[in-house]
């Protein structure tokens, strides 16, 4: 169910047998259990994953399928900006991923042309919002996350609930850019602040609207620079 714990589980089950795979393999080793188990899925979330920081991933055309992951260089400082002013928002209701990613697979095989043109927008956007972190400029970082959703929304018809669109509306004035995370439905909305540690304002925000969903919550978060790491224990 999540690209992730595959890779987490994948990268115990090696060290146990006396492995340790690199970061790339472990990528790599996630996309062929996905296509094992048919719930398909890209190959973003394993990197986001398995490589700490800030990183940009490519593939060519052609088979096998190979990405190239390069991490993106981003000082102490602007880290601790970003950091400030990344807030999680859990929106109450899980996503429902696979009908929605399978309609966008569909529509890009039927080859439309707004889901062409919206592809080749959105790896634009990726080298839009690397050059943004490289300049250190969060306000085009957040304006990079909104656009991003904005061309998500486009590959995938119906992945922004209404009460996700009113809760991203009331916190306009707010927040730099906004995404709801993974294929969208549900589940976590990121947010980019203005102010940094802002959480208690978004929450007034929020607050003031009566959306019928309980079980919002909001989550401080930081930039993980360790990526995914396997530690062994002995056991009493």
Request: aromatic letters at 4%.
């Amino acid at each position: 169910t999540s690209s992730i714990l595959g890779a987490c589980i994948i990268a115990a089950a090696a060290r146990v047998c006396g492995m340790e795979l690199k970061e790339d393999s472990l990528v790599h080793a996630v996309l062929l259990t996905e296509q094992l188990l048919t719930t398909g899925g890209g190959w973003q979330d394993n990197v986001g994953g398995v490589y700490g920081g800030a990183k940009i991933c490519r593939s060519a055309p052609g088979l096998p399928l190979k990405v190239t992951t390069d991490v993106i260089p981003m000082s102490k400082e602007f880290r601790q900006i970003l950091n400030d002013r990344l807030v999680l928002i859990y929106t109450g209701r899980a996503r429902l991923a696979r009908n929605l990613l399978q309609n966008v697979v569909r529509r890009w095989y039927s080859r439309l042309p707004e889901i062409v043109s919206t592809v080749k927008s959105l790896t634009e956007t990726a080298s839009e919002a690397a050059d943004a972190i490289q300049e250190e400029d969060v306000i085009k970082v957040g304006q990079c996350l909104t656009k991003y959703w904005s061309q998500k929304k486009c590959m995938a018809e119906g992945c922004e609930p209404e009460f996700v669109k009113q809760m991203i509306e009331s916190l306009d004035d707010l927040i730099l850019g906004a995404s709801l995370a993974g294929a969208g439905g549900g589940g976590f909305l990121a947010v980019i602040t203005k102010e940094a540690n802002d959480m208690n304002a978004l929450q007034k925000s929020l607050d003031t609207l009566s959306l019928g969903i309980p079980g919002q919550t909001m989550h401080s978060a930081e930039i993980d620079m360790d990526g995914l790491t396997v530690c062994v224990e002995a056991i009493q």
